[in-house]
């Protein structure tokens, strides 16, 4: 058993029979009454937020999560199958849990994946990465009705919203996090 002073960012806490990741943290020291610990978490399985507050001192139960480094190999149907860099063994990971990361996957990509007691909890992907517009409009000079944007199909098969300027076959950088468009990448 830990207790609220072992709370840091990424920890993750066994709460009612349900893993939770601590995304931010708060220890409070008011001028009257006791110290406590506010903490922003994550369930590990469902992606739900709450905010939580803990008296200082109190008894929390930490769970061992293994973050390791995989290469994302192909899709078979609905799974999708990892190779450990360490290693080279292969896991298969459910769509379930890969979730929104497989708009962003490509074949050969280095991801982590988190697994507790051998089963993965979620795929962690790069903060950004770089993807080829394999379809889009052409842009019409003067059209600002949609605040100079398009709708653009990636590779992977997600739709993005890019500037008018860009065609077919650019390569572009989009954040994982919120599939926005960050900018072109020249090569």
Known sequence: ???TADIRNGVVLN???????VVE????????????VRTKMKNVVSGKTVDRTFNAGAKIETENVD??????LYNDGDAYVFMDVADYDQITVSAAVVGDASNFMLENQAVTVALHNGNPLYVELP????LEITYTEPGLQGDRSTGGTK????ETGYQIQVPLFLEQGTKVKVDTRTGDYLGRVNE
């Open 67 to 72: 973050r390791r480094d995989f290469q994302y």
């Open 127 to 130: 903060a950004s990465v770089v």
């Open 1 to 3: 058993m830990a207790s």
């Open 25 to 36: 943290f708060q220890h409070v020291k008011p001028g009257k009454g006791g110290a406590f």
């Open 15 to 21: 709460m009612d029979g349900q893993l939770w990741a």
């Open 151 to 154: 709708p653009a199909t990636v």
